[in-house]
């Protein structure tokens, strides 16, 4: 019962920070399904991309109502992220768990000081109309690799990608970023599925309840300040990333 109440609530809290943020669910999964729930890294990883894949597909219809997605660059950067995504996907497999675990943490780690400090440039960029290709191609080519061997949806990394490097505006990256994490967590998934047994019914409650946090994310997130959201959940990425590289690395030096 108590594994049961756990898995209900991260999964609601995963499913608001993806509708709220436009990302946030996998670099929250792996870690809450590793030390919470008692999954492998491996096992975790594969399990994150169909969570935070089915979720984020749900959050990016509700972005859809709102019009803040941008279809013609979420195909492309979310296509060229699935051929990475997928051809990367093997490559986790040949690391140790506790390895596994520091390159997550030193990615959020990286991520989060991003995050805490891309204010100034995110206003520049708010009102940039052009679109470069090869940015948003070499944006989805980072992504996608990124989630094939981590098992990240790369909300996170594709949100500030998108306002920095192919300047959208944050509102319409949010949303945007939604249709590319669900792209990539399929192709992802399918990648890791070989030789590997998934516990069905925590997939299932994770959903589940993330439907309905994704939900009030989503409606939230028109109410609240974006930016000081951004910032708060940038610090607290970095706090998680300071715990998985005290309680990981060591076990690998």
């Not at 030390?35 to 994150?48: D, M, N």
């Not at 949303?175 to 967590?185: A, Q």
Request: cysteine-free.
């Amino acid at each position: 019962m108590p594994t049961l109440i756990l898995s209900l609530v991260l999964g609601f809290g995963i499913g608001g920070s993806l509708g709220l943020l436009g990302g946030g669910g996998s670099i929250l999964t792996v870690p809450a399904l590793v030390y919470l729930i008692g999954q492998t890294p491996q096992v975790a990883v594969t399990t994150s991309l169909a969570i935070v894949g089915a979720n984020s597909a749900l959050g990016a219809f509700f972005h859809r109502s709102q019009g803040t997605l941008n279809w013609h660059v979420a195909l492309i950067f979310g296509g060229t992220g699935m051929i990475f995504s997928y051809l990367a996907a093997g490559l986790s497999k040949q690391f140790a768990p506790n390895v596994l675990m520091v390159a997550f943490a030193a990615l959020m780690l990286i991520v989060g000081i991003v995050l805490v400090r891309q204010k100034s440039a995110t206003k520049q960029l708010e009102h940039k109309d052009n679109l470069k290709l090869w940015k948003v191609l070499i944006g989805g080519a980072s992504v996608g690799l990124l989630t094939g061997i981590l098992g990240v949806g790369g909300g996170f990394l594709i949100v500030p990608a998108l306002v920095m490097l192919v300047g959208m505006p944050m509102h319409q990256a949010v949303g945007t970023s939604l249709v590319v994490i669900t792209m990539n967590s399929l192709s992802g998934f399918l990648g890791h599925l070989t030789g590997m047994t998934l516990d069905i019914p925590v997939i299932l409650i994770f959903i589940a309840t993330g439907i309905i946090g994704t939900f009030a994310g989503a409606r939230l997130g028109k109410r609240l300040d974006a930016s000081l959201l951004r910032k708060a959940f940038a610090l607290f990425v970095i706090g998680l990333a300071v715990f998985l590289l005290y309680d990981n690395l060591p076990k690998i030096l």
